[in-house]
């Protein structure tokens, strides 16, 4: 046996064992991509950099094994900085989103291409699931909004954009209500001072989370600017009210005809353990409720929606004007997301935004490569008129169109999480020109998309050790170098027995399942 110290705590490990098992055995994560435990292993990421204490060197901790007296450190600022350089290189040439820039573009961040794959195998309740994660009327959006994320549609550079909106209402007219989910009382009260779309939102999210929610409003009926400022040939009444009972579904608690200045408002302090503002635009002085203004607004944190007094938050136009609704939905639901980490005594930081892999515009030359997942073809255009929305074959058409941008792997990719967690700069080593993305889709069972490969090898390494005929192989010499099938076989003689081992191995999703979700 050896004896080691890591991060000053003395460990005895078997002759031979790396420094990275040694730290997994005392429970210390160290970063990897490259390793693999099946594998006989060679450095490739140099992510797993640490410290060697006696001389200040740092060294690959998967590949040096452990040796008599060694006094290791795992993490420092310079060992931080030395793997959010790696990383930073490793994404130089990594080509590919993360998420599909349709849902980085929509204010309530929902999950657009999941989404349409429901609804393209004609899963209508299990999108709208997948909606009302983010977005609490979805019927109504899906007649107003003004679709900033078909603007962002990959597709429109080619044809037409998918009409994401019209999708979002069907799932919201036709998608059969689902059982609520079993939602655990906290015991923690909340009121919610505006009962138009960024209050009902709010109320909707923090009455899952197990607050119970009291819903106030100077009105009689809940709604505001959406009940009295649109047409009801856009927007029916019915259509409105239906996801407003929904909503009070949960067990929020509506409270109408109810004025709200100052004096009740500290009143609702001493009632309740949180407040959330969300009244609409300000009018007049007595509006600002005694916080921190501006002639704009409310002052609220971007982020948190904290406003000058611990217990409000504030969101919607109150902060400053807007007319997207979607805009107020989206902060409706972040905003419990912060009230949660205060009631639970957290840092307050608000909705997690994770790191996004963007590469930026489709060019032309890479839509036959998407196409291969999706349909030919320009909008489908609801018979009836848009006013009436899409029947479910037509949405089923259009859902089709959908060239699925955002990546398969995108929940267990190492190369995100740890990104995520070293704050890198995607762009400090790009160079002008991207490499083209290519999809090899001929596989049953997997896809191979090689301009997401960071070259570290486990897939070589697996085909090899099960013994495929071809597997996979590098190709090419120095900067240019590659990894493929030899021979340029196809990818179904590549991967005959180890598709699934591979892409479940695969750090980056460049080898991942054809089915998402």
């Known amino acids: 046996m050896i004896t080691l110290k890591i991060n000053n705590k003395e460990i005895k490990v078997e002759e031979g064992t790396s420094v990275m098992k040694a730290a997994q055995k005392m429970g210390v994560d160290v970063p990897n991509m490259c390793w693999h435990d099946e594998l006989e292993h060679f450095t490739s990421c140099m992510l797993c950099l640490v410290k060697d204490e006696s001389n200040g060197k740092l060294f690959p901790s998967c590949s040096v094994k452990a040796s008599e007296g060694l006094e290791v450190i795992t993490d420092d600022a310079e060992i931080s900085e030395a793997r959010q350089t790696a990383l930073e290189l490793l994404l130089s040439e990594h080509v590919g989103d993360c998420e599909a820039p349709c849902q980085i573009a929509c204010p309530a961040h929902m999950d657009i291409p999941q989404m349409n794959r429901l609804i393209a195998a004609g899963k209508f309740d299990e999108a709208l699931k997948v909606v009302k994660k983010d977005i609490a009327l979805p019927a109504v959006l899906g007649r107003i909004c003004p679709a900033p994320c078909e603007g962002a549609c990959h597709r429109k550079t080619v044809d037409e954009p998918i009409s994401i909106c019209l999708l979002k209402r069907i799932v919201g007219d036709d998608g059969n209500k689902t059982a609520l989910p079993s939602i655990e009382k906290t015991g923690k009260t909340a009121v919610v001072v505006g009962a138009g779309p960024a209050g009902l939102a709010a109320a909707y999210y923090l009455q899952l989370e197990g607050v119970q929610v009291t819903l106030v409003d100077k009105n009689e009926k809940a709604g505001g600017l959406l009940r009295t400022s649109i047409s009801e040939e856009i927007l029916p009444l019915d259509v409105l009210d239906k996801e407003i009972d929904l909503i009070f579904e949960t067990g929020v608690e509506f409270l109408g005809g109810k004025e709200i200045n100052s004096e009740v408002l500290e009143s609702y302090k001493k009632e309740f353990d949180a407040i959330v503002i969300a009244t609409g635009a300000i009018s007049e002085v007595s509006d600002l409720f005694g916080l921190k203004a501006t002639p704009k607004g409310i002052v609220a944190d971007r982020n948190t929606y904290e406003t000058s007094d611990e217990k409000v938050f504030a969101i919607g136009n109150v902060l400053r004007s807007s007319k997207l609704a979607v805009r107020s939905v989206g902060q409706g639901k972040e905003v419990a997301f912060s009230v949660m980490q205060y009631f639970n005594k957290e840092k307050i930081k608000g909705e997690p935004r994770l790191f996004n892999s963007r590469f930026g515009r489709l060019v032309v030359d890479e839509f036959a490569e998407y196409i291969k997942e999706s349909v030919e073809g320009k909008r489908v255009i609801p018979e009836t008129g848009g006013h009436s929305g899409f029947t479910k074959e037509e949405a089923i058409a259009e859902a089709e169109r959908c060239l699925h941008c955002d990546c398969r792997a995108i929940d267990d990719c190492k190369l995100r999480e740890y990104s995520n967690d070293y704050k890198v700069n995607q762009r400090r080593f790009k160079t002008s020109q991207r490499r083209n993305i290519t999809k090899q889709m ?13 070259r570290c090898g486990i897939c070589v390494r697996l085909t090899e050790k099960y013994g495929e005929k071809f597997g996979f192989t590098y190709i090419g010499r120095g900067f240019d170098v590659e990894i493929g099938v030899p021979f340029n076989e196809e990818l179904e003689k590549g991967l ?12 980056t999703g460049a080898i991942s399942l054809k089915k998402k979700g």
Do not use: D, R
């Open 442 to 454: 001929n596989h049953g069972s997997v896809v191979y998309e090689p301009q997401k490969c960071i």
């Open 496 to 507: 005959t027995e180890t598709a699934v081992k591979v892409a479940n191995a695969c750090p």
